[in-house]
């Protein structure tokens, strides 16, 4: 980076000494927000002195505060403004609340908001932030075409940035900032460290164990491999040398977990109710996850554990879990029952010896 300020007399030319105040608008969801982590680091490598907010839904906020990239979370909850609305003298709160942050963003006084999300919503908080430089995609990579009005530099993502992140880092372009090497960091508190290494060893892992993560959640009914699929996977590689089985889940997925260990041959763990650095703390001390496309898989390749993603109606080629040691297998017919368990044995077996190879 070149290292210059915003002219407010011209949106579009960076010049100056100094670019002191940026915002990054990723909302969600938290598969989402943990691909838009390595924007904040390369910005963070790209010159000190920086200050750097994030605006993230309420739900998600939990992965950045506190995050070391970060001088700022803001907070905010869509979600819960679109239930309110509905209710009598619910549009009311909803206006005032949005004021309160209307204001507070545009006190901050942004030199430059990057919009990561490319809805109308991200949008409009990108609007808000009265940042002279506003940075998007173009109407044809936006997820909402009308996105592009509250942004006045667009950029158009080159062909060889095929997976989301290299689509997100591609918006420095602006900047002046080269990428580099793409670096997540996803810190987890020594307190969460603990208490999971002590629930595996009440339920005997050894250091030496081969712990698979199996994952069998996902956001939506049709991005969820078929709980009889994960529980022929899970017997397989239950007979991997060392290998012990821990079956995760999240809000109103436990049925799933426990429908995989109920009918396995092998013993499998299953996983207590975990917040997210707990989660992280699980996947980090694993040696593979095995998942749909879902915010754990993400979390598993953002903390450098190799990761299997299986993909149907989304390409895994744009949203698979991201590096050296990660895969995503995608449905021949995009359906995730259409993706054969032996497909996703081997892809895992791959994994494992790779991972064990000198």
Same mark, same amino acid.
């Given at each position: ?160 940035? %095929? @997976?989301?992140?290299? *689509?997100?880092?591609?918006? $420095?372009?602006?900047?002046? &900032?080269?990428?580099? #090497?793409?670096?997540? !960091? ?67 997925? %436990? @049925?799933?977990?426990? *429908?995989?260990?109920?009918? $396995?041959?092998?013993?499998? &763990?299953?996983?207590? #109710?975990?917040?997210? !650095? ?81």
């Amino acid at each position: 980076m070149t290292g210059a300020a915003v002219s407010r007399g011209d949106p579009g030319r960076i010049s100056g000494p100094a670019l002191l105040k940026i915002a990054i608008v990723k909302l969600s969801s938290l598969g989402d927000v943990i691909h838009a982590l390595p924007v904040a680091r390369a910005l963070r490598r790209a010159r000190s002195g920086l200050h750097l907010t994030w605006i993230v839904e309420a739900r998600e906020y939990a992965l950045l505060n506190g995050h070391p990239d970060l001088d700022v979370v803001v907070p905010v909850d869509t979600r819960l403004w679109r239930r309110l609305i509905w209710r009598p003298a619910g549009a009311r709160q909803v206006l005032g609340k949005v004021r309160r942050l209307k204001h507070r963003v545009r006190a901050a006084r942004f030199d430059v908001a990057i919009d990561l999300q490319g809805l109308m919503k991200s949008g409009l908080l990108t609007a808000y932030t009265g940042a002279p430089l506003r940075i998007g995609f173009t109407a044809d990579r936006c997820r909402e075409r009308l996105n592009c009005l509250f942004t006045n530099r667009r950029v158009r993502p080159p062909a060889s940035a %095929v @997976h989301v992140v290299d *689509q997100y880092l591609s918006l $420095l372009e602006p900047l002046g &900032i080269a990428p580099g #090497p793409v670096e997540f !960091h996803v810190p987890i508190p020594a307190a969460a460290d603990r208490r999971m290494e002590d629930f595996l060893g009440e339920q005997g892992v050894k250091s030496h164990d081969c712990l698979v993560a199996i994952n069998p959640g996902a956001g939506r009914a049709d991005k969820q491999w078929p709980v009889e699929h994960f529980r022929a996977l899970a017997e397989r590689l239950a007979q991997e040398p060392g290998a012990r089985i821990l079956l995760l889940w999240g809000p109103d997925e %436990v @049925h799933m977990a426990r *429908q995989i260990r109920d009918g $396995l041959q092998a013993r499998a &763990i299953l996983a207590p #109710p975990t917040d997210l !650095h707990e989660l992280g703390a699980l996947l980090r001390r694993s040696s593979l996850m095995v998942a749909n496309d879902t915010g754990p898989l993400h979390l598993a390749a953002a903390l450098g554990t190799p990761s299997l993603g299986l993909f149907g109606p989304t390409r895994a080629e744009r949203n698979g879990p991201y590096g050296a040691h990660c895969r995503g297998v995608q449905s021949p017919d995009g359906t995730m029952a259409g993706l054969r368990p032996e497909i996703a044995v081997e892809a895992a077996q791959a994994l494992l010896a790779a991972r064990s190879a000198p």
